[in-house]
């Protein structure tokens, strides 16, 4: 039976598991996805077993998008351009790493419920996924990208990147049509960041890219301030659905029932 596995660190509130075995079952392939936990110095050994053909596939999250990159033999356009993979597998003896964070992203905003183009746009956080995020935001045409981190530093690594993009002082506050928090900030359900107030107009999009739990209190807050919401489950499915295309060419399905029964966690 072929194995595939999600890495990261914490991984309790991942979903892909879930998400995997469903589609695995649904389209009758003979394999298993499950979850591990690793540490840094688990990583070049990880690529091994997948070199070894141990795991067919993985996908990647927090905090080894980019760590895993220096063990990786080539990387997609995607994963070179957001310095993120959170694919891999090996093709023709070479690891692959690929980026479907960004294609997670972009599909996740029906354009007739929310359309960014033209907008502007304040990002909280420059971790991870905020290049993805980025790269998503361009590919929809969006007017302006601020960038907005506790660490102001990790902002500016940023910039040298996308030099396109505006960077503020965490805490301060700019006029945004969408605000989309990248941090890692709501994964407790206690955790909540600290927004001027001045941003929470009522026709202000707030988008979370986390999805577990379901109701940040970022998006709590925005929702009782009659803002448009969405969570970051969206996202995690297109994600997911992109992976599964890769590693088994067969798009799965995404449908009502899906979502219910990954809500239903
Ligand atoms: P990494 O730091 O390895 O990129 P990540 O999970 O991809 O990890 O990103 C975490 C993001 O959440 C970062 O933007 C981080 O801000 P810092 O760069 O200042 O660490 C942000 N973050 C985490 N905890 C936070 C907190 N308590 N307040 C504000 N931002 C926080």
Known sequence: MKKYLVIGNPLEHSLSPKIHNFWLKENKINAIYNKET???????????MIRDKKIEGANVTVPFKEKIIKFIDILSDEAKDANSVNTVYMSENNIIGH???????????KPEII???DKNILILGAGGVAPSII???RMMGVKKITVSNRTKNKALKLK??????????????VKANAIINTTSVGLKKTDEI?????LFTSDTF??????????TNFIKKAKNKGCIVQNGLMMFINQAAASFKTWHNIMPNIDKNLIKFLQND
Do not use: H, M
Not at 38 to 48: M, P, T, Y
């Open 38 to 48: 690793l540490l840094d110095e688990d990583l070049e050994n990880f690529i091994k």
């Open 99 to 109: 980026n479907t964070d960004i294609a997670g992203f972009y599909l996740s905003l």
């Open 160 to 173: 040298e990147k996308f030099s396109f993009i505006e960077v503020l002082n965490w805490g301060e506050a």
């Open 194 to 198: 600290q927004l001027d107030k001045s």
């Open 135 to 137: 790269l998503g935001l």
């Open 115 to 117: 359309n960014l183009k």
């Open 206 to 215: 707030f988008y979370d890219v986390i999805y577990n739990p379901r109701e």
